[in-house]
């Protein structure tokens, strides 16, 4: 699954949420016994009444006699229930548990050991939830479509739905007569009827798979066909979004060729459709053989996109496909490591991209995602990569940037000490030995070891059982030609308030390989197992001690070492400049270093040619504004950004060429979007914003979205009232939907900021996109206050219609973006009289970012004050 926080339903089922709240489902593990073998499953969605008709055989086999079976089922009203074995077929009682979400089934004679077959005959709710079987809108009509990841097949149908439970699947679905179906396994038939008005589709019975990777899909879906090494590939969406499914098919193509090789392993499925979804939660589903995505996500047409949504598109399209040979073909055997799934995924997804695009540079995408990691995991509230989680709110709460993020870091740190073709051949045999099967963590690691003939289980051992990330305290000095560098590593923690919490911290060691770089020269690379120890490389000069940004660990250098680094020559690579910038900014914000040390760092790069290097400094320096600067110093801060950034942007130019690269382009919307209180830069964004409204072409697509929303920010009720007529009006494409949709969140004015939260909570807002809108608006300093007062004024209706599941865990990790302690307290009180569960870890991470933020602004005050007077 790709992330995404925005989701939930409108009115419907007010009565379930609520439920929910007051009596989180403790959804235990099934006792066990009774395994599936094969699934046969029928469904007659009913799109005007919203529910569906099941018919189900589940074949299994029991360890031992049992008079009962208990399996999972939620929201579903079971009819007729038979279990059948070699005596014969007997009615089942049946007894519904609707906290553990599970149905026993009671015989009066003890079924027999071995294989049996259940009957069930049951309907279901097409729910306004984004879960399970659910309803979908688009151009007036409605659709049936599936989430089922992580626990909610159980509401489409009676199931064993725990991951390790893998089954072969034989579906069917009878559906009106103008629709077409889309399922995991390939079309097989299609009869008209049995009942009128209606015709049957079935689908080839899919391989062993786990029933939280089954796609049902009714609609009038039209695709686009294409294939590569002979497995069919279609991109499909709603027919009036057709003509933009081009670019992902093209990607798809790619990118199937380039795993079948890479894995060594076919792709597992006979067919490959990937299919654009009006409402979806999540940003894409890796189904088998059915990919599922949000719009947005997948939808675009590559002449007219930015730069920033056709990446978006291939790799989240290449997340997906790896998907299909990491947790599709080989699954954890339990959630606890969904890292096996998602990290994996985010870190496979680059190597087709990058080899498809390499003027994309994910190299450097790579290390920016490390940094996203790191943002979590120095909180003391952060969690291990393998953390233990029984109850389905525990297991939403980990599809986070730990099992993204994180791993992937862990696993790049881990291939590039190996080496990247022992590291493929590792992965390769692993796949290998548990394909259609489970695995756990260890048998990853274990099977590498063996392969490399390395002790990598020692690393991810010390990475995947700990929390947090190691800090190398470093000093080095030069003797006779080589640099001999002394590394110390703790974990840091960038809040350390509470003694307990510190020792416990400062007990943890890991097993790490380290890579310095001196000269010009390779890296020399360390295991570095030892609390403290001396490592040394060739060469002297400044040096560089997490070699291509490939290490998952932070650097302590001394601040004159940091600047020396900055301007040494050969310079650092562009990945390890957001290293060392990540780095730097952590130990201002640990209070290990005075801001001043990082604010040089950030003006000595200010004319980075790389994009991600100076979107990255350019949020921080935009941080010291908003949190660090107080009232009085504010004016002088904004002269020095100005000074210092705007030659940047006058040397690529405000308005540049439509021919210019994409490079280019992205660089002059971040300067654009860092410069937006300059009058000029905000007089120019208006004029652009206003020529792009009356003619597009006159734009590059990549400036569009940072024009728009500098013009918002200095925007008047004019300009909003156009920008929402674009939102409200049909749209060529979910980017331009999202460019001005995006843009109403950036407007500061008090009144059209209300106007934004109120257009938010209206029907107009998908429920997927609620979430972001809420988010984008308490992110903001200009918009915050008022945000967070109608989020607690509306709560019952926000928690109506995004649901607890994922579009109000979204919300709660958005207040984070607060920077006072009163504030921490608001929120605290707040949520302990209106308890969300589902968002317990989001609310922890939240309030520690705050109380983190405010301990930046009292420590980074005076040496701020300090640091401004001399560059005044
Ligand atoms: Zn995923």
Request: some cysteine; hydrophobic content about 45%.
């Amino acid at each position: 699954m790709t992330r995404q926080h925005g989701v939930r339903p409108h009115q419907l089922l007010v009565v379930c949420l609520l439920s929910l709240v007051s009596f989180p489902a403790s959804a235990q593990r099934l006792p066990g016994g009774v395994t599936p073998t094969n699934y046969t499953l029928w469904f007659a969605p009913d799109l005007e009444k919203e529910t569906f008709r099941g018919r189900e055989t589940i074949a299994v086999t029991l360890a031992a006699p049992a008079a009962s079976i208990t399996l999972h089922a939620a929201e579903i009203t079971v009819g007729e229930v038979t279990v059948t074995d070699a005596a014969g077929t007997q009615s089942a009682r049946v007894t519904l548990d609707e906290q553990a979400e599970t149905a026993t089934f009671t015989v009066p004679r003890a079924v027999s050991k071995g294989p049996a077959t259940i009957d069930i005959t049951y309907t279901g709710i097409l729910n306004d939830k984004l879960r399970g079987f659910y309803l979908s809108r688009a151009n007036g009509r409605k659709y049936a479509v599936s989430q089922m990841e992580a626990t909610d097949a159980r509401r489409a149908f009676p199931s064993f739905d725990e991951p390790a439970y893998k089954a072969t699947f034989d579906i069917s679905l009878m559906i009106d007569a103008a629709d077409t179906a889309i399922s995991n396994g390939r079309q097989v038939s299609d009869t008209p009827g049995p009942e009128p008005g209606k015709h049957t589709v079935r689908f080839a019975p899919t391989p062993r798979m786990s029933t939280y990777l089954v796609a049902l899909l009714v609609g009038d879906f039209v695709c686009r066909s294409g294939s590569a090494d002979n497995t069919p590939i279609r991109v499909c969406a709603t027919p009036d979004k057709l003509g933009l499914t081009a670019f992902a098919l093209a990607a798809a193509e790619q990118q199937v060729t380039f795993f079948n090789k890479f894995f060594g392993i076919p792709y597992p499925y006979e067919k490959l459709d990937i299919i654009g979804v009006p409402d979806f939660a999540a940003g894409a589903m890796e189904n088998a053989g059915a990919i599922t995505f949000r719009e947005r996500l997948l939808l675009a047409d590559e002449a007219t996109a930015s730069v920033e949504v056709r990446t978006d598109v291939a790799r989240v399209v290449a997340h997906e496909l790896a998907h299909q040979w990491f947790g599709n073909l080989v699954t954890m055997k339990w959630w606890d490591d969904i890292w096996l799934n998602e990290g994996f995924a985010t870190w496979a997804a680059n190597k087709p991209v990058a080899a498809w695009k390499p003027e994309w540079r994910l190299d450097v995408g790579a290390a920016a995602e490390t940094q996203i990691a790191l943002g979590l995991d120095v909180l003391r509230s952060t969690r291990a990569i393998h953390t233990d989680v029984s109850t389905p709110a525990q297991i939403n709460e980990v599809f986070d940037p730990i099992a993204y993020e994180k791993t992937a870091g862990v696993l790049g740190m881990v291939e590039a000490y190996v080496g990247p073709e022992a590291f493929r051949k590792g992965v390769s045999s692993y796949l290998e030995k548990y394909a259609t099967g489970n695995a756990a963590g260890e048998d990853f690691w274990m099977e590498m070891t063996r392969v490399t003939e390395k002790p990598v289980n020692r690393i991810m051992k010390s990475f995947v059982d700990q929390p947090g990330a190691p800090v190398l305290s470093v000093s080095s000095r030069c003797v006779s030609g080589a640099t001999e560098v002394t590394v110390r590593q703790q974990r840091f923690v960038g809040t350390p308030d509470d003694a307990g919490a510190a020792r416990t911290a400062a007990a943890q060691t890991w097993t790490l390989p380290v890579c310095i770089k001196t000269g010009s020269g390779e890296p020399t690379c360390t295991l570095v197992t030892e609390r403290e120890q001396t490592l040394r490389a060739p060469g002297c000069g400044a040096a560089m001690v997490n070699a291509d940004a490939r290490g998952y660990y932070l650097t302590e250098y001394e601040p004159d070492a940091v600047a020396a680094l900055a301007t040494r020559t050969p310079a650092l690579t562009a990945a390890e400049r957001i290293s060392l910038l990540g780095d730097e900014w952590r130990m201002v914000r640990a209070g290990r270093h005075d801001i001043g040390t990082y604010l040089d760092l950030a003006a000595a790069l200010a004319g980075d040619e790389t994009p991600a290097v100076l979107k990255d400094l350019a949020g921080r320096v935009g941080y010291v504004m908003a949190f660090v600067a107080n009232a009085g110093e504010r004016p002088a801060f904004e002269t020095w950004v100005r000074a210092r950034f705007r030659p940047a942007l006058d040397a690529v130019g405000i308005t540049g060429g439509i021919g210019d690269s994409d490079d280019t382009n992205s660089r002059r919307g971040t300067l654009l979007q860092l410069l937006e209180s300059d009058p000029e830069v905000q007089q120019r964004a208006r004029g652009l914003a206003e020529g792009y409204l009356a003619a597009p072409a006159t734009l590059s697509p990549t400036l569009v979205g940072p024009v728009l929303q500098v013009a918002a920010a200095g925007g008047d009720a004019a300009l909003y009232d156009r920008f929402m007529a674009r939102v409200t009006a049909a749209s060529a494409s979910p980017e331009d939907y999202y460019r001005f949709f995006n843009a109403l969140a950036s407007f500061h004015d008090p009144a059209l900021v209300a106007r934004t939260l109120a257009f938010a909570m209206s029907p107009q807002v998908r429920s997927q996109d609620t979430p972001v809108l809420l988010s984008m608006l308490l992110a903001s300093p200009a918009s915050q206050g008022p945000a967070w007062a109608f989020v607690k004024d509306q709560w019952p209706a926000i928690v109506a219609k995004l649901g607890v599941f994922q579009g109000v865990p979204g919300v709660v990790n958005a207040l984070g973006a607060f920077c006072s302690t009163d504030r921490a307290t608001d929120i605290t009180a707040f949520f302990k009289a209106n308890p969300v569960p589902e968002a317990a870890r989001a609310l922890q991470q939240a309030t520690e970012r705050i109380s983190a933020c405010a301990a930046v602004d009292t420590r980074q005050s005076p040496p701020f004050a300090r640091w401004l007077a001399a560059r005044r």
